[in-house]
Every structure is written in structure tokens, then in C-alpha cells.
């Protein structure tokens, strides 16, 4: 019991409203300012995070990825018609069972995705050069946690 109570005063210790407005914050200001030069065609979060998603675990269902997302089957049926008319995800049939239907990127969607993630590393590569460079060691050091509290994050619930 001593360990829990000891990692519950350390995680008193962050300010988790500050952490979660500025991750929301740098999301939304790489995602703005990185968008234009890459000649991708503006998504939008809700198709973005369900494409993220199936990028992630591909053959996924679509009631997982509403699942995932917590969101409605309805709502992500609607939205995922849009990435399959825009060539980003194929839905393949089971021949065993006509029922199911595994989502998959396609090439179009890991090429978009490369451009993206490109273009959101220059654009906090700029922002960081204004950083003193002991921020950005602090950063460079968080990285690793903030990537493991990301897949906690992204489990399904």
C-alpha cells in the first residue's frame, strides 16, 4: 500500500489541468500552422483520430474503433464512408463471416501520414529553437513518458 500511496504524492506533484490544456493547445497550433504546406487536403479531428486509429491496428472493426474513440457506431460508420471515398482506408470483407469488416490503411493513407508527421516535427522544431536548450532537454527527457501516457490513454476503456 506504501508504493500507491507514494505514486499518488507524485502524481499530485503535476498540474494535470496545465498538462492536458497545453497538449490540447500544441495540438491544435501544430495541426493549424503545419497543414498548409503539405498539400493534404484538410481533415477533420473526428476523421483524423479514426484514421490515426486504424493506422495503429490495422483489421480493426468499425464498432472497435467506436469503441475506442467512445463514440457512436453510427457516427463512425459516416465519417469512415469519407475516408474510403477519399482512398484512405479499404474495408475488407471475412470470407467466413460477410458480417465483419476489417478496416485497413491504404498507401495513400501511410504517405499522407508521413507528410503530417513531418510537417508537425518542423513545426515544433521551429517552436522549439525559441526554447532556452534546457527546455528543451526537459522535453527531450519527458518524451518517453508522454509517449507511454499516450498509449494508456489510447486504450479502449
Partial sequence: ??????????AKAVDHRALAVAVIDIS????RKSHNDTGVRPLSNGVLEILRVIE???????????????????????????????G?????RDAADKRYVALHPTAESQRIKALLEGAWAEALESASYRLLPEEREQ???????????????????
Fill in 1 to 10: 500500500m506504501e508504493s500507491i500511496g507514494a505514486c499518488e504524492g507524485l
Fill in 28 to 31: 491544435s497550433d501544430v495541426r
Fill in 139 to 157: 522535453i527531450a527527457a519527458s518524451l518517453p513518458a508522454l509517449q507511454r501516457l499516450a498509449s494508456l490513454l489510447s486504450e479502449p476503456e
Fill in 88 to 92: 484512405l482506408v479499404t474495408r475488407i
Fill in 56 to 86: 495503429g491496428h490495422p483489421g480493426i472493426t468499425v464498432a472497435e474503433v467506436a469503441s475506442r474513440l467512445g463514440r457512436q457506431f453510427s457516427n463512425v460508420s459516416v465519417q469512415l464512408r469519407e475516408l474510403v471515398a477519399a
